[in-house]
């Protein structure tokens, strides 16, 4: 299965761009790379997927160097409501690799 | 509302007991996944199903089972449950080629 390593915990302020790497080296040419959010008692919800170079939606931005062995989760201008857990995943849509949640990255945003 | 619906949200139950969970997909989304998730051990993936056919197995205990039904409505039997099955559980669906969307899930207490 393809492993991602996050880093286990950020902090950040109000206010400021916030960027979370996670590291794929196994990442097959079939797979997709997926962020996830969840809030305490949540369910995770989907923030954005990409392939590679750089995808932006309204929420966040994802940039994926041409190795793509890493991607990068941009948070533009986070909120106290940004605080949650962001899971990495990465895979062929509908493929068992996708199927694995890693530990995430608790993001907590200070005031 | 993610379009994913779980119940019940809340159950309590004694050990030795059975119980079970419902879950109704996105309309339109053919593949139901379970997940649990407990305070120590994050995300864990436990069965798929895909327009009634189990399609991935995860780390499903044996007392656990699953099934997909006609209307792709699924349930999530746990028998003989124990104080570690003390989680939530969350059902998601997943349109093609995108991401998973989340029900809100179902905390389970056995006591």
């Known amino acids: 299965l393809a492993k991602t390593t996050q880093p286990i915990s950020m902090d950040s302020y109000e206010g400021q761009e916030v960027n979370i790497t996670c590291s794929h080296n196994n990442i097959a040419t079939n797979d997709y790379i997926t962020w996830y959010q969840q809030f305490p008692s949540q369910g995770p919800r989907f923030i954005i997927q990409g392939y590679k170079t750089k995808v932006t939606n309204e929420v966040a931005s994802l940039f994926i160097p041409a190795d793509r062995k890493s991607s990068t989760l941009s948070l533009p201008r986070v909120s106290l409501s940004d605080t949650a857990v962001y899971y990495c995943?990465?895979?062929?849509?509908?493929?068992?690799?996708?199927?694995?949640f890693g530990s995430g990255t608790q993001l907590t945003v200070l005031p | 509302d993610s379009g994913v619906t779980q119940t019940p949200k809340h159950l309590i139950t004694a050990t030795g007991q059975r119980v079970t969970l419902r879950c109704s997909p996105r309309s339109g989304d053919l593949s139901v996944y379970w997940y649990q998730q407990s305070l120590d051990q994050g995300l864990q993936f436990l069965i798929q199903y895909y327009n009634g056919e189990e399609r991935a197995k995860g780390n499903i205990l044996e007392r656990f089972s699953a099934q997909q039904f006609p209307d792709l409505h699924s349930e999530l039997n746990l028998s003989s449950l124990e104080l570690g099955d003390s989680a939530l559980y969350f059902c998601a669906s997943r349109e093609h080629n995108y991401g998973y969307t989340f029900g809100s899930g179902t905390r389970l207490t056995v006591v």
């Open positions: 995943l990465v895979g062929a849509p509908g493929s068992a690799r996708q199927l694995t």
